[in-house]
C-alpha cells in the first residue's frame, strides 16, 4: 500500500504564519475534522500540541475522543452530544436540535449569516438563548462561516458584519444566563482577509495542511503543503510500441517504454478521474485506468512520488485540493520527514 509523508517543518512554518497572522498561538483552532483532512488526525494533533495549539474542531464525537488529551478544548461541528464531556463543545446547528442535547453539554450557537447552510438566524438569537438555558445547557461561544472568503468580492464583508452587530446583544444575553462567550467565524480563507483578528479564535484547515487557494488579487501567504503520496512499485514491463496498457487498453505506447505498477489506485483516495491525463511533480506521466489497488507509470523507479501538493493533483481532475485530501484512505501509511 502506498505511503503518505509528512512534513513536520512545512507544518511549523504554516502555524508560524497563521500565529503571525492572528497575534498568538492561543488563538489558533486546528481543524481535525475527516482524518486531519487525510493526513492522519492523532499525528497532526500531537504536533499541533507540541507547537502550543491549544483547541481542535472535529466533525464527529469518535474523532473528538480520539485527540482530546492533546487540547483544552475539542468543538464538535457535525453531532449532537451523547455525553457530556468537560473539553466537548458542539456548535448547534438548529434550534429544534436543542431539546436533543443532555443537560449540562457544553455548545457553540451557529449563527447563519448568510451561508444558509446550518445554523440559526440572527433573528432567533433570544429564542435560541432562551432555550438552551431552560435544557441546562452551557453556552460557551458564538460562531458562523463564511461562504466565499477566498474569493474576491462583498461577501466576506458583510458576512462579517452580520456576525460583528450581533455580539453585543450575544454578550447581554449571555451574561443574564452566567455564560462566558467566545467568538469565531473564520476559516483559513476568512483569517487572511483582514490583518486585525477581532474574534477569540480562528478555525484554520486547508492553511494548516497548506493548501489555501486564494483569488489572485487577494493576499497570498506562502504556505508549505505538508502532505506527499507516494506509491511503492509493484512490477515493472517494457510496453512495445503499439501495445496498451490497463483496463480498456486506454494508453498506447509510442515506443517502447519502461512501465511499472505502484501500490495505490481509486480505493486509496486517488481519483480516477485522473486516469492517462496527470503527471507527478517529477513529470512522470500516468499510463492508462487508475485501477482500484495499482496505477501505472512511466518509470521504473521503485519509490514514486505522486503528488506533494493535492491542489496540482486535484486541478488534474477537475476538484480541489479540499476533495482529493479527505479522500485519502485511512489505510495508508502515514510517516513524518524531516
Ligand atoms: C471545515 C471547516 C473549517 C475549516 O475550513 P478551511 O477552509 O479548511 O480552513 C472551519 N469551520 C467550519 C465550520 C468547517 O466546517
Known amino acids: 500500500m502506498g505511503t503518505i509523508k509528512l512534513s513536520r517543518e512545512a507544518l511549523k512554518h504554516n502555524l508560524d504564519i497563521i500565529a503571525h497572522q492572528v497575534g498568538g498561538k492561543d488563538k489558533i483552532a486546528v481543524v481535525l475534522k475527516d482524518n486531519a483532512y487525510g493526513h492522519g488526525s492523532v499525528l497532526i494533533a500531537q504536533a499541533a500540541s507540541r507547537y502550543g495549539v491549544k483547541h481542535a474542531v472535529v466533525r464527529l464525537e469518535r474523532e473528538a475522543l480520539e485527540i482530546a488529551e492533546y487540547f483544552d478544548g475539542v468543538l464538535i461541528l457535525g453531532e449532537i452530544a451523547t455525553h457530556v464531556h468537560p473539553k466537548f463543545s458542539y456548535a448547534i446547528n438548529s434550534l429544534e436540535e436543542i431539546e436533543?442535547?443532555?443537560?449540562?453539554?457544553?455548545?457553540?450557537?451557529k449563527i447563519d449569516t448568510g451561508m444558509h447552510r446550518n445554523g440559526i438566524s440572527p433573528q432567533q438569537l433570544e429564542e435560541a438563548f432562551a432555550k438552551m438555558a431552560e435544557q441546562g445547557l452551557v453556552c460557551i461561544g458564538m460562531m458562523s462561516h463564511f461562504r466565499a472568503a477566498d474569493t474576491l468580492s462583498s461577501e466576506w464583508y458583510w458576512q462579517r458584519r452580520t456576525f460583528d452587530a450581533l455580539k453585543p446583544k450575544a454578550l447581554h444575553l449571555a451574561e443574564q444566563y452566567g455564560w462566558k462567550l467566545r467568538f469565531h467565524i473564520s476559516n483559513s480563507a476568512g483569517t487572511f482577509r483582514s490583518c486585525e483578528c477581532s474574534d477569540d479564535m480562528v478555525r484554520v484547515g486547508i492553511a494548516l495542511y497548506g493548501c489555501l487557494q486564494m483569488d489572485p488579487t487577494l493576499p497570498q501567504p506562502a504556505f508549505k503543503s505538508v502532505l506527499s503520496l507516494w506509491g511503492n512499485?509493484?512490477?515493472?514491463r517494457v510496453v512495445k510500441a503499439g501495445q496498451r496498457v490497463g483496463y480498456n487498453g486506454i494508453y498506447e505506447a509510442q515506443n517502447d517504454e519502461v512501465i511499472s505498477t505502484y501500490d495505490v489506485g481509486y480505493a486509496n483516495g486517488l481519483d480516477r478521474?485522473?486516469?492517462?491525463?496527470?503527471?507527478?511533480?517529477?513529470?512522470?506521466?500516468?499510463r492508462g485506468r487508475i485501477s482500484m489497488d495499482n496505477a501505472a507509470f512511466s518509470s521504473d523507479k521503485e519509490?514514486?512520488?505522486?503528488?506533494?501538493?493535492?491542489?496540482e493533483y486535484a486541478r488534474s481532475v477537475g476538484t480541489i485540493g479540499y476533495e482529493i485530501l479527505a479522500c485519502l484512505d485511512k489505510d495508508l501509511k502515514r510517516e513524518w520527514v524531516h
Open 273 to 286: 478521474l485522473a486516469s492517462n491525463r496527470f503527471s507527478t511533480p517529477e513529470g512522470i506521466a500516468l
Open 100 to 109: 436533543r442535547y443532555p443537560r449540562g453539554a457544553r455548545v457553540e450557537l
Open 303 to 311: 519509490e514514486l512520488l505522486i503528488f506533494d501538493n493535492a491542489n
Open 233 to 236: 512499485r509493484i512490477a515493472s
